[in-house]
Each structure stands twice: as structure tokens, then as C-alpha cells.
């Protein structure tokens, strides 16, 4: 299946290091079994990682058991796009690279809104 991006065109990796996606590939791709829709290539910043803890999701601590070393600042990351929406509402969202965010992001969130946020427009 061709992944595409919210730009129409392939979509490219979001991070290898680390290791990111839904299916741990490095992209964030959708492949329709993902049901929290993990397609929005996200850069981490100490203010979402604070609200996405919050929230409930805390991504910042490190869980060797599943070997997940913890997010930081500067960190990609594919994260659902309900997140990303939720956090763009609270003013906390982090920036997203337009290139690796699966096209199927613009089901939760406007191009306008993530292009507003992108390191990559």
C-alpha cells in the first residue's frame, strides 16, 4: 500500500532513534489497525511532554520492560492525531514534520493548523 502524507506525496521517516510508529518502523504509516491512529510525525518539546503526562499519556518516563527509553525534547515521534488535536486546542501542541504525518491526520486536524505548526513548511 503507498503511504502518503498530508501533502500528497510519499510519506517519508519520522525517527529511527528512536525507534517510532505504530508498527515500529520508523514512519508513522497507517495501515488501518492502528486504532489510535499514530500518523502525526511530532517533535517533542518539554510543554507537550508535561501535558501529554497530564493527560494521562506519560511519554517522558523511560519503561525498560517494553524497551522504551522515555521521550525528551528534541525527540520525533509518531503520536495519535487525536493527541495532537487535543493539544493544539489547549495551546500545547508540539511542532509536526509535514513530510512524515500520514495523510489520514487531516481526519482530526486542518492542514492550515498543522502547517502553522510544522519545522518542515
Request: hydrophobic share 35%; glycine share 8%.
Amino acid at each position: 500500500m503507498n503511504q502518503l502524507n498530508v501533502l500528497g506525496e510519499e510519506l517519508q521517516p519520522c525517527s529511527f532513534d528512536p525507534m517510532t510508529g505504530y508498527y515500529r518502523t520508523g514512519c508513522c504509516e497507517n495501515h488501518g489497525d492502528d486504532p489510535g491512529m499514530h500518523v502525526v510525525c511530532a517533535v517533542m518539546t518539554d510543554q507537550f511532554l508535561a501535558f501529554s503526562k497530564q493527560a494521562g499519556n506519560d511519554l517522558s518516563t523511560p519503561m525498560p520492560q517494553y524497551g522504551f527509553t522515555g521521550l525528551k525534547d528534541g525527540d520525533q515521534w509518531c503520536l495519535c492525531a487525536s493527541r495532537w488535536q487535543e493539544a493544539f486546542e489547549a495551546g500545547a501542541a508540539p511542532k509536526v514534520r509535514l513530510a512524515s504525518t500520514h495523510l489520514s491526520a487531516l481526519e482530526y486536524s486542518s492542514l492550515a493548523d498543522l502547517r502553522a505548526h510544522a519545522v518542515d513548511a
